[in-house]
């Protein structure tokens, strides 16, 4: 019966000594002490030969039980000790979380690229199709095509930069493009956007620069009414304020269109209350719009009695200024990366 | 053009309050910019959508009152006491207004004076302070006398900016009326739109009106309420080229009595934004605001002496060479050969449809007034206007057209005007020389014609009902509409051009609100769209995924900007530059030649707000080509870089300024973010970088562009910090052609590779990029990726000498390599550097 004290006062006395032991390293020296080749328990394995034969399964089994026992509670302690160890080092770890990032570097697109990209991706899937043409025109694209023959009253509309070469000028808007447009798809029904670069001759203000954005519609086909001009308005409105704001069209005089319209929009600011935006009037003017002129259409090589068509230009400068509060549209150009980053 | 309400209300009925007649005009085409008010309260509306400025009268405070007695005032010369009667009780008032010194010291006046009176309280502006300024009438002792209110200027009840003397009203004004009543209005500012040069009356608004509230239009009655002597023989007209002068008429007025207009005639010049001057002159005038055909008055006298006491002959002609004018405003004018002038015969009078001369102009002694009422050549009378730089009332109308027909209806009504107020003799009869008269479009139009502009089935009967409105005559025939343009519209044209000019009246009345909105319905057109949109947004992409800020420049500079970028005796500077006939000021006077240049300067106005800078613009530059009508508008791709090589960070203390090398890796990144394939750089020269820090990137043997660092004399030419600044200048072009539409990847490899470092010495002269060649020759297919991890130059391997250590990477794609095949590959490699490179392997 002395074996089976003796195991029973070695798993006491194992779990006693495993009680103190708290790190790793005594741990590991218990284990060594408890657990080892040398261990009491192992050592009433080698001695089992040694004790009388009817004893012998029941000492076998105390001392598998005591070493069971043992190494049970020593992989608790393990765990244990590893846990409150990676606890410790964890709270060790803690960092200021308020202390700033380490950021990259970010790429940023101009906000009037930006705004282009939107507008053209409204009208692309609508099925206007990119036209791009030059900023360097002839008095014929840009104003005799455009029924602004020399002289006209209307060619006030526009002051224009002319080069030192003869009939040549700096584009006053895109619509020199629709010339071209239709030029090159006439006979075929045409659907373009035109974006470009246009310039006047102005003195530079908060509210106009020399230098200038626009993109136009135009649209030639077979059956292209009023009503078509406005509904493709009304979507793009709906769709670049991102709400259902209220439109209208208001009659105005552009020589290449007639009829003739301004489109504005219910003041995305003050939603029509009136505010120093819109200057109290609730509206703000957007676009010009219209219907295609008999004399442009034949001009671009289309039979006015065959076909019809809408053409609507806006400057991608004056939506971004409206949808982003900018007070001053020369900060467009002038590039502050003050201004620039904040896009 | 200033459009006086009550004026307006002459011609048309006004059921509308201020209000809602501005959205009305603005939502036709005719766009309220402001309203003044002139006395009116502002209209009842839950918010206001136009602007209003102005003063209102308090019908309590200011009202008609009569100035019976203007006594001296006991203590000063330079004030009068005015014994005056508001209509309920008698006042004495204090003034100092000059206009009423002729009157001082007269006893009782057998006319007695009607003014404008503000009592006690009342709110006004300060006649004595610039501008427009509140005040309230208050009690007050001036020089001993008590004072508690005013006899009023027009600047203080906001009339116009005239506080000479006070207002002296009509004597019919009604006394104790209150002011607002009797003559309180409002002034509409509408922008008058090219098309609708009609409009630049009040008749020609008041038209407008009627069409659009359906009220009736009381047009003024024209006639010759004559009682003199016919003017025929008394004058006549020669028209030389009708083409300018389509049309002449002449009145005439005899023993008039020059003289201030009327008070309210005087008012409504001056709300009407013009200087009432004499009755006779004011005539020409109140007709030309009133049904928009500007008028001449002649002194008739002056012409006989011309004349030599015979019936003047009025002859119109274009200018000869060198002829010259002097005109009203005291200007010798030198005239152009398509000027037109009216004449007579001895000489020049006036410049058509522009200005008069000062021979014969009414003046104070004139007592015959010969009237002209003419047409003009509108595209003429424009260019005259800008190249004389010379515009006036009349001109902005004859430029922009005035209608034959209104020619002897501006001269009946001018005679009338002049009889009224200077109560001269209208001689009976206008010499009327109409040489060819002016046909008004008749257009057809269908309902058809109608449905297709504007996708509303509109019945003819309903598009006779708008039309007719606007004045145009029409005829239902079958399913044809013929409508006839009314004589006071020069906007409709013929055929085609006319049915639109007619479709857009219909539009514009019928409403454009009224109008459905639809989704395109007409087929799609084939797509061909722009073929460089799409590759030039990956570039830009590419940038932007590299940390690059995108600018958008100013695309006008000045060659002297540019040259900046170049050294001092670069060709660059001697290339030609698409210059502006007019810029509009120093420093944007020619067309950029570089986006690099443009991009420079926006990195140096930045340079000391950021620790880096890394910006790029896609845009293009244009080179005149000679022989050819257009310049070549070049894209370009410019990036310029300069700073740090990190983002700042609390714990990084060391800020590396970027180098060449950090601009190539970017270059790299993007030409790898393109697809671009068989990238070479080689050494290059040019007249901006460095001469050892610049480089040609190649793909295949076309070349991309060329990048670098500044040469040090270049950038002096700017104002940076010692950071070295980073730029390159690519061809968009050359950039889009070597973009592969499509391109092979290959396969993710199921085998370990195997790695191996081999450090090679070879010269100094020898570029890495001739290494990297040859290694890649020697290995062949299974040698996969290269990297330079390190350069060595030290005693142990030599002077002139440099170690290039690379990690190379076998890797085959269908089996693991074995030491034996590493060991083959690294033999052949080191074979091929040794012959090729005279390369030692070092270790």
Redesign the interface.
């Known amino acids: 019966m002395d074996e089976l004290q003796e195991l029973e006062r070695i798993r006491q006395e194992g779990l006693e000594r495993l009680a103190e032991a708290n790190d790793a390293a005594s741990l590991e020296a218990w284990r060594v002490a408890y657990l080892g080749r040398n261990a009491p328990v192992m050592q009433v394995f080698s001695r089992l030969g040694q004790a009388p034969r009817e004893l012998r399964p029941q000492i076998g089994q105390s001392a598998n039980a005591v070493k069971q026992a043992l190494e049970a509670a020593y992989q608790e302690k393990l765990e244990a000790v590893r846990r409150a160890a990676l606890e410790e080092e964890l709270t060790r770890q803690k960092l200021d979380v308020t202390?700033?990032g380490?950021?990259?570097?970010?790429?940023?697109?101009?906000i009037?690229?930006q705004t282009m990209?939107e507008i053209l991706r409204i009208f692309?899937s609508?099925?206007f199709?990119?036209?791009?043409s030059?900023?360097?025109e002839?008095d014929e694209y840009n104003f005799t095509y455009l029924n602004i023959p020399p002289?006209?009253?209307?060619r006030?509309?526009w002051d224009t930069?002319?080069?030192?070469?003869p009939?040549?000028l700096?584009r006053t808007h895109t619509s020199p493009g629709q010339i071209h447009a239709m030029r090159q798809?006439a006979p075929?029904?045409?659907?373009v956007v035109l974006p470009g670069?246009c310039?006047r001759?102005?003195?530079?203000g908060a509210r106009k620069d020399?230098?200038f954005t626009q993109v136009e519609l135009l649209?030639v086909?077979?059956?292209?009414?009023?009503?078509?001009l406005?509904?493709?308005l009304?979507?793009f409105a709906d769709r670049i304020f991102g709400e259902r704001l209220r439109t209208?069209?208001?009659?105005?005089?552009f020589?290449f269109t007639?009829?003739?319209?301004e489109m504005d929009v219910e003041c995305v600011i003050c939603h029509g209350?009136?505010c120093s935006v819109c200057?109290?009037?609730?509206?703000l003017e957007i676009m010009g719009c219209g219907?295609v002129?008999?004399?442009v259409l034949q001009h671009g090589g289309y039979d006015?009695?065959k076909f019809?068509g809408f053409a609507a230009g806006m400057g991608p400068g004056r939506i971004a200024m409206l949808r982003h509060a900018i007070q001053d549209i020369r900060s467009?150009?002038?590039?502050?990366?003050?201004f620039?980053?904040q896009f | 053009m200033k459009v006086v309400l009550s004026w307006l209300k002459e011609f048309v009925d006004i059921d509308l309050n201020l209000e809602e007649l501005a959205r009305t005009l603005?939502?036709?085409?005719l766009?309220v910019e402001e309203i003044q008010l002139v006395g009116l309260p502002m209209p009842p509306a839950e918010?206001?959508?136009?602007?209003y400025s102005g003063l209102t009268w308090e019908p309590d405070k200011i009202v008609v009152a009569r100035i019976d007695e203007v006594m001296p005032h006991p203590n000063a010369d330079r004030l009068v006491l005015c014994r005056l009667h508001d209509g309920q009780q008698e006042h004495i008032v204090l003034t100092g207004a000059p206009n009423l010194f002729e009157y001082k010291g007269k006893g009782p006046l057998p006319q007695p004076l009607k003014v404008a009176y503000a009592k006690e309280g009342a709110r006004i502006y300060d006649g004595h302070q610039p501008g427009q300024v509140l005040t309230t009438l208050k009690r007050a002792k001036i020089r001993g006398v008590e004072s508690y209110s005013m006899v009023c200027s027009e600047k203080e009840l906001g009339i116009s900016e005239e506080h000479e003397g006070i207002i002296i009203l009509d004597p019919d004004a009604p006394t104790g009326m209150p002011l607002v009543e009797y003559m309180g209005d409002a002034v509409l500012d509408v922008s008058i739109?090219?098309?609708?040069?009609r409009c630049a009356s009040i008749l020609g608004v008041a038209r407008e009106v009627a069409a659009l509230t359906g009220k009736p239009l009381r047009l003024p009655r024209a006639t010759l309420p004559a009682t003199g002597e016919s003017i025929l023989g008394k004058a006549s007209i020669q028209i030389t080229e009708p083409e300018y002068n389509p049309r002449f008429v002449l009145g005439l007025i005899r023993n008039v009595r020059i003289q201030p207009s009327p008070y309210r005639v005087q008012l409504r010049l001056r709300l009407a934004g013009m200087r009432p001057i004499n009755n006779i002159v004011d005539a020409t005038n109140y007709v030309m605001l009133e049904i928009g055909e500007p008028l001449h008055a002649f002194d008739y006298q002056a012409l006989v002496r011309r004349a030599q006491g015979n019936p003047p002959t009025i002859i119109t002609r274009r200018a000869r060479p060198g002829e010259t004018l002097t005109t009203l405003d005291g200007v010798e004018r030198k005239l152009d050969d398509f000027t037109v002038l009216v004449c007579d015969t001895a000489g020049a009078l006036s410049i058509a449809g522009v200005m008069g001369g000062a021979e014969t102009e009414v003046t104070e002694q004139t007592t015959d007034v010969l009237l002209e009422g003419a047409s003009w050549n509108?595209?003429n009378i424009?260019?005259t206007v800008a190249a004389q730089k010379l515009n006036s009332e009349a001109a902005y109308r004859f430029?922009?057209?005035v209608h034959p027909a209104l020619a002897p209806e501006g001269v009946k009504l001018g005679l009338e005007r002049m009889a009224l107020w200077s109560g001269g003799e209208i001689a009976a009869d206008l010499i009327d020389a109409y040489p060819v008269p002016h046909k008004d479009p008749q257009v057809d139009l269908t309902a058809a014609e109608i449905?297709?502009?504007?996708?509303?089935p509109l019945s003819l009967d309903e598009a006779e009902n708008l039309l007719s409105r606007l004045g145009f005559t029409c005829q239902i025939e079958g399913d044809v509409l013929h409508v006839q343009t009314p004589p006071h519209r020069l906007d409709i044209g013929e055929g085609?051009?006319g049915?639109?000019?007619l479709?857009?009246e219909i539009?514009?009345l019928y409403g454009?609100?009224r109008?459905?909105?639809?989704?395109?319905?007409?087929?799609?057109?084939?797509?061909?769209?722009?073929p460089?949109?799409a590759p030039t947004?990956k570039v830009?992409d590419a940038?932007?995924?590299?940390?690059?800020?995108?600018?958008?420049?100013?695309?006008?500079t000045t060659p002297e900007r540019e040259h900046r970028l170049y050294l001092d005796d670069a060709p660059e500077r001697n290339a030609p530059y698409?210059?502006?006939?007019?810029?509009?000021s120093l420093d944007?006077s020619v067309?950029r030649r570089s986006l690099l240049a443009s991009v420079m300067e926006?990195a140096e106005?930045?340079t000391r707000?950021?620790e880096?800078?890394?910006?790029f613009e896609i845009g293009?530059v244009?080179l005149?080509v000679e022989g050819q009508?257009?310049?070549d508008?070049d894209w370009r791709v410019a990036l310029v870089l300069t700073g740090t090589r990190q983002?700042p960070?609390?714990d990084?203390k060391e800020a590396t300024p970027m180098d060449f090398y950090d601009f190539k890796g970017i270059l790299e990144g993007l030409l790898e973010a393109l697809h671009i394939p068989d990238v070479t750089f080689r050494a290059a020269q040019t007249s901006t970088f460095h001469p050892g820090k610049c480089a040609e990137a190649l793909s295949g043997d076309r070349v991309l562009g060329v990048f670098g660092e500044l040469h040090p004399k270049v950038k002096e030419h700017f104002d940076f910090g010692p950071a070295p600044v980073l730029a390159g200048d690519f061809s968009l072009k050359a950039l889009l052609e070597s973009m592969p539409v499509a391109y092979e990847v290959g396969a993710v490899p199921a085998f370990p590779p195997v790695l191996e470092d081999l450090a090679v010495v070879v010269d100094e002269s020898i570029p890495a990029a001739r290494v990297e060649e040859v290694l890649r020759q020697g290995g062949g297919k299974l040698l996969t990726a290269v990297r330079l991890f390190d350069i060595y130059r030290g005693e142990q391997i030599g002077a002139g000498k440099k170690s290039l250590a690379y990690r190379l990477t076998y890797q085959a794609l269908d089996r693991t390599l074995t030491d034996k095949d590493a060991t083959s590959i690294r033999q052949r490699i080191i074979r091929r550097l040794e012959q090729e490179l005279g390369a030692k392997i070092r270790g």
């Open positions: 202390l700033p380490r950021r990259p570097f970010l790429g940023r697109y101009h009037e690229t990209r692309t609508m099925g199709q990119v036209y791009s030059p900023d360097i002839t002289h006209h009253p209307a006030d509309m930069f002319y080069l030192t070469t009939g040549l700096l798809f075929e029904p045409v659907r670069m310039y001759y102005e003195q530079a020399i230098q649209a086909g077979y059956d292209i009414t009023f009503a078509d406005k509904g493709t009304q979507d209208r069209l208001r009659p105005s005089y020589p007639e009829p003739s319209a209350k009136g200057k109290g009037s609730g509206w219907m002129h008999p004399v006015p009695a019809t467009l150009y002038e590039n502050d990366v003050r620039l980053e | 603005t939502m036709a085409g766009e918010r206001h959508e136009f602007h739109l090219p098309s609708m040069a509108f595209i424009r260019k430029s922009r057209g449905r297709r502009a504007l996708g509303i085609l051009v049915k639109a000019d479709i857009e539009a514009r454009f609100d109008i459905p909105a639809r989704r395109l319905a007409d087929p799609l057109p084939s797509l061909q769209e722009d460089n949109l947004d830009r940038l932007v995924r590299l940390g690059l800020q995108e600018v958008i420049t100013y695309r006008m698409l210059t502006l006939a007019n810029p509009i944007r067309m926006i106005r930045n707000l950021r880096r800078l890394a910006l293009p244009f005149p009508p257009r310049p508008e983002p960070a609390w990084r």
